[in-house]
Nanobody, 125 residues
Framework: QVQLVESGGGSVQAGGSLRLSCAES????????MGWFRQASGKEREGVAS???????FYAVTVKGRFTISKDNAKNTLYLQMDSLKPEDTAMYYC???????????????????WGQGTQVTVSS
């Protein structure tokens, strides 16, 4: 049973930083493509960043240069470092996993089978 548990969300002022974590269990870590997604109130879920089975990383245009996705294989944990946060980054953030290499850039919700419960990020101006 694949389980994904996000943490690290919270409230921050614009320009601040947060680091989200996603603890993974139930599968052979490193053989999955992983992604971070977000869903703002009243909007569709959208891809933020992904890392594929070759450890290539991809970012949505809206966060490129501000967010960094990474993973620690020893800890079975996926991270999202978010810097220079803006009010429009406010959303519920989800991590996702897929047991195959996703199609570049791996930012489509339809490509992922497993999802966490989410962690809320609120950025005030």
């Amino acid at each position: 049973q694949v389980q994904l548990v996000e943490s690290g969300g919270g409230s921050v002022q614009a320009g601040g930083s947060l680091r989200l974590s996603c603890a993974e269990s139930g599968y052979t870590y490193g053989t999955y493509s992983m992604g971070w997604f977000r869903q703002a109130s009243g909007k569709e879920r959208e891809g933020v960043a992904s890392i594929d089975t070759y450890d290539r990383t991809f970012y949505a245009v809206t966060v490129k240069g501000r967010f960094t996705i990474s993973k620690d294989n020893a800890k079975n944990t996926l991270y999202l470092q978010m810097d220079s946060l803006k009010p429009e980054d406010t959303a519920m953030y989800y991590c996702a996993a897929e047991p195959r290499r996703t199609v570049i850039p791996g930012l489509s919700v339809y490509e992922y089978t497993y999802w966490g419960q989410g962690t809320q990020v609120t950025v005030s101006s």
